[in-house]
């Protein structure tokens, strides 16, 4: 009885002492999930609850041993991840700090990516590959970038600094700094080198294909009353 009491309070021991690590290392990242998710309601629930977080902690230990040269253990770290949270990193891929992936089921982030500082996703997002290529075949994403909830952004491309890709667009070109994408394919609109607010809604992002074209319409229809 006391053995069985002392491998608990050894395993409960050990449980803070993970917890006290995670809050230490990953603090800038917790910070950013409570900064970018309103549903966030304290330090701990985005430290036990929020897969990814969780996704991210497995991605920095399976990318420290795919550095390594352990290829397979770093794969099988990374596909365990992808089972328990449903979040898809490839240990080769390299990620900036206060990276946040908002709900996160459907993420899948390439080998090849590269993702820089306060990057914001949401779920079901695709970084990927367009053929069989070797080599760098997988987004570079700036910093300070949103990325809509069903967007894929696809092959070797450059998506710019405080850039926003609307959701469900298709990126298979790269976009300039302080743009937003719409639309598939993706289509740019220019933001005249401002940096935009973080909270943008990226779902009711402009097209400015359809502006023109409620623009024509109203126009005929205009046109139309006058003859």
Not at 5 to 13: E, Y
Not at 136 to 159: D, E, F, Q, S, Y
Request: glycine content about 12%.
């Amino acid at each position: 009885m006391n053995c069985l009491i002392q491998v608990s309070l050894i395993i409960l021991a050990l449980f803070f002492i993970k917890i006290a690590l995670i809050s230490i290392f990953f603090f800038q990242e917790i910070r950013a999930a409570q900064k970018r998710d309103p549903a966030a309601k304290g330090f701990l629930e985005v430290l036990l609850l929020y897969q990814g977080l969780h996704a991210l902690i497995g991605h920095r230990i399976a990318h420290a041993l795919y550095k390594m040269h352990l290829f397979f253990c770093a794969r099988c770290l990374s596909q365990l991840m992808r089972w328990v949270t449903g979040i898809e990193i490839h240990p080769g891929a390299q990620i900036g700090k206060r990276f946040f992936i908002d709900h996160g089921m459907g993420v899948v982030i390439g080998e090849t990516s590269i993702i820089g500082d306060d990057v914001l996703l949401y779920q079901g997002v695709t970084l990927g590959g367009t053929g069989l290529e070797k080599g760098k075949r997988h987004p570079t994403i700036g910093n300070n970038v949103v990325i809509g909830g069903g967007a894929k952004v696809l092959g070797n491309i450059t998506v710019g600094d405080n850039s926003y890709i609307g959701a469900n667009a298709v990126v298979i070109k790269d976009v300039p700094a302080n743009s937003t994408v719409v639309g598939v394919p993706g289509r740019i609109t220019k933001q005249d080198g401002k940096k935009i607010d973080i909270s943008l809604d990226h779902v009711h992002v402009l097209d400015p294909i359809m502006q023109q074209m409620e623009e024509l319409e109203k126009r005929i229809n205009k046109l139309e009353n006058k003859g």
